[in-house]
């Protein structure tokens, strides 16, 4: 299935990228739980492929579409949720990954009171390679959090962390998200990522108590436009 493709496995990564490469998905409204229960998290990368695997995610289709039928769009009300389930964080980019996500919400990414899980991730998504790149337009990312019972320089980026690569976010919204410390909505580090953010709203995001950056905590390169 999707998420089997999109993961490191037993398949090849050859095999995986053919499959994938080029294509769209179109997702139904409804609730989908990304994360491998076994990592909790869901890892996405094409190491090992020579070029970047371009894949287009499409949200929001009322479940009443049948077979080839794309007309019944509408993600504001037919809402397609990516879900950490309140337990799980959520997608984490690795190599060779090109992705373009349009209208899909991004929520209760949850990594509280996981010492292990935030050494890979944050919350939402996190992307960590010099050759992924990932791309939001009209998405909502709310009620992600990433923070323990106290506050330290690991957390932050409870919706979006960038370490390493690019990540592109155009008319979305961020809201109701929670951190630790460090970026409360989102988190770069390092100079080899890089971030745009265009049309963005965030509103009622919070961090912990003292912490720096109730909405972005950049240490990286961030441009934002309006």
Known sequence: ??????????????????????????????????????LKYRKV??????????????????????????????????????????????FVFGPQTAFSIDGVTFCDACTINDAELLTVSR????????????SFSNCIFKDNTDHTD?????????AIYLKDGVVKADRCLFTGNSSGSRGGVIRTEGDKGLMFLNNCVFKDNTIWKDAYGTTIFAKGNIGINK
């Open 1 to 38: 299935d999707f998420l089997n493709l999109m993961s490191p496995g037993e398949s090849n990564v050859m095999d995986r990228a053919m499959a994938v490469d080029g294509k769209n998905f179109h997702f139904s409204e409804g609730k989908y739980v990304v994360a491998d229960p076994s």
């Open 45 to 90: 990368d094409f190491d090992g492929y020579t070029v970047p695997v371009s894949v287009n995610i499409y949200g929001g289709y009322s479940s009443s579409c049948k077979g080839t039928d794309l007309s019944g769009r509408n993600p504001e009300t037919y809402v397609t949720a990516f879900s950490g389930d309140k337990q799980y964080a959520g």
């Open 123 to 134: 919350g939402a998504v996190c992307v960590n390679s010099t050759t992924a790149s990932v």
């Open 150 to 158: 106290q506050a330290t320089g690991v957390h932050g980026g409870a």
